[in-house]
């Protein structure tokens, strides 16, 4: 369960603890399937096989629910990009692959949870909570991603490192994101696959950090 949980009286034995886990897995599931809209308490009992009593017994309201779940969401991906890519990895790859494999794995992790992350995004534009802790974890996976990268400082053409990398990180998760609020043409008539643009915003990382393309650094 997310620690940062003000809203959720936390559950305290295991038994308890095991019960809303699945509460929390049936109201993912829920949001994932249904959306915001269709989210009900009564909804997530029926799956979860828990009783309304105990769901009310830990939150006063659906939104409450709802942010726990965020919460669980942020720190999962924060996991995943605290795992993704190893130092002893990270320090036998070439810068190129470096770039090319952060890029990637947050990809991945992004497309994951896309369902999820989907209705998450739309509702922070009216939720403040969830845009603040959604705003807050994406900074923190950023970091993570910066400092894998900016290992390779003397390699980065750009006059400002950090800044450049920070740009990189941007238009990675800006062009991602956005595929998953809207879809791959809400910009462009041109569908392209999430596959083709991962490699075409790897292609532009690397072109506009190291001055070269892969084919050049291989």
Known sequence: MPKRTPTIRPPQQERSRASFERVLDAGARLL??????????GEVSRRAKASIGSIYGRVKR??????AIHLRLMDEMEAEAATAIAASEAERLPTHELIAEAVREFADSTRRHARLLSVFMHRAAVDAAIA?????????VGRRFEDLILARRDEIVQPDPERA???AFRMVYCTLTRQIMYGPTFESDRAIGWDDLVDQLTVACTFYLLGQSRSDAS
């Open 32 to 41: 994932e399937e249904e959306g915001y809209e269709a989210f009900t308490l």
């Open 132 to 140: 603040a802790a959604g705003s807050a974890a994406s900074r923190r």
């Open 165 to 167: 990398v920070d740009v």
């Open 62 to 67: 659906k939104d409450d629910l709802i942010h």
